[in-house]
């Protein structure tokens, strides 16, 4: 009996310990947890002379690069997948077919980027932001973090740890400002503790006449019912609208997390499996009259990660897309098909005319 009381008593030692850890550990995250201000100036790191824009015709360029860590081989746990990130030999690999491309593409007059990490357990503790500076030397740049958090438990055999990561646009003239802007809403405590903090990056450039350029990098809102994409997306346009109707030319580029709208997967041609994205369709009639959404229907920009990428089975749509401004003419955009190589998102390039 009396064994047996030491043994109840020894469970109850172990469990209230692990209780108590659990509470200190939300404790400790809450008390840190990133609480980004609704508005906030960033930095513009290397500035350049050129401080106003010196042509109408413009090249762009909008990458979720998916901090290098989900590239061909790979699937991911949040996605019904098993994998937290690849081995070190598999990151590397991913991380310089990314500055590969990213080399290849220094022409561009803008590139946006999401899911760029600046120190994460996921990419090996690399500063992606720093290196990708460093390379592409010859823009200035900004970074706006989404996502900063110092230990994240999942999955809890092998736990995600500390991930900082954010949104990174180049530009080959320096802006005159640059604002991260905080998306509304996220999810109920504790999760929202776990997860991303959603912004968009503004920067805002001197154009013709007294007209600004102002170009938006974003990553909407995923894993949730609709309720937040809903939300953000009248913040969005809110903001927008009232950019236009000040006169200015207005891009918002990056990843939306749903489909544009007109979507058909039918159009896919590239061979993949293209279906509807289950975020679910921007309505036809979201913006005003002029306002121009600029995809390329025939190659998807996305993969499903529940499983590696195989082209003829992998779930695809197109979730990484532009919307222009009634005055700015698209002349091209192009979904570059890299098969999902380094990234679960392909590259989109785009070049336009401001009127």
Aim: hydrophobic share 40%; with cysteine; charged share 20%.
């Amino acid at each position: 009996m009396k064994a047996l009381q030491m043994f109840f008593s020894l469970v109850a030692i172990i469990f209230g310990l692990i209780t108590f850890l659990v509470v200190l550990g939300l404790l400790l995250v809450t008390i840190f947890d990133f609480k980004p201000a609704p508005k906030k100036r960033i930095e513009i790191e290397n500035p350049l002379p050129s401080v106003k824009l010196q042509s109408n015709t413009l090249q762009l360029m909008s990458w979720n690069i998916g901090y290098c860590g989900l590239g061909k081989e790979m699937d991911f746990f949040y996605d019904a997948g098993k994998m937290v990130r690849p081995d070190q030999a598999s990151y590397e690999k991913y991380f310089s077919k990314v500055r590969d491309f990213l080399d290849q593409n220094k022409s561009l007059d803008f590139i946006l980027l999401q899911e760029v990490d600046a120190f994460s357990k996921r990419s090996y503790r690399n500063n992606q932001v720093g290196l990708l500076a460093n390379d592409l030397n010859q823009f200035c740049h900004s970074f706006a973090k989404n996502y900063d958090v110092p230990f994240v438990p999942l999955p809890p055999n092998n736990p995600m740890g500390r991930v900082k990561s954010g949104l990174l646009s180049f530009a080959k003239t320096t802006p005159f400002e640059a604002e991260r802007i905080s998306f509304p809403g996220n999810f109920a405590w504790p999760k929202s503790l776990f997860m991303l903090d959603r912004c968009f990056l503004v920067q805002r450039f001197k154009s013709f006449g007294n007209k600004d350029l102002v170009l938006i990098n974003t990553h909407n809102s995923a894993f949730d019912d609709g309720q937040l994409r809903r939300r953000q997306l009248e913040v969005l346009k809110k903001f927008v609208l009232n950019e236009y109707d000040n006169g200015n030319y207005v891009i918002v580029g990056g990843d939306w997390n749903q489909n544009p709208p007109g979507y058909m997967p039918e159009e896919i041609t590239s061979g993949n499996l293209a279906t509807i994205n289950d975020q679910g369709n921007i309505p036809v009639d979201f913006m005003p009259s002029g306002w121009t959404w600029a995809y390329d229907p025939k190659n998807p920009t996305n993969r499903s990660v529940e499983f590696a990428y195989k082209p003829l089975s992998t779930q695809t749509s197109i979730i990484d897309f532009f919307l222009l401004s009634p005055n700015i003419k698209l002349n091209k955009v192009n979904c570059i098909n890299l098969d999902f190589e380094a990234s679960d998102h392909n590259p989109v390039l785009m070049n336009i005319n401001l009127k």
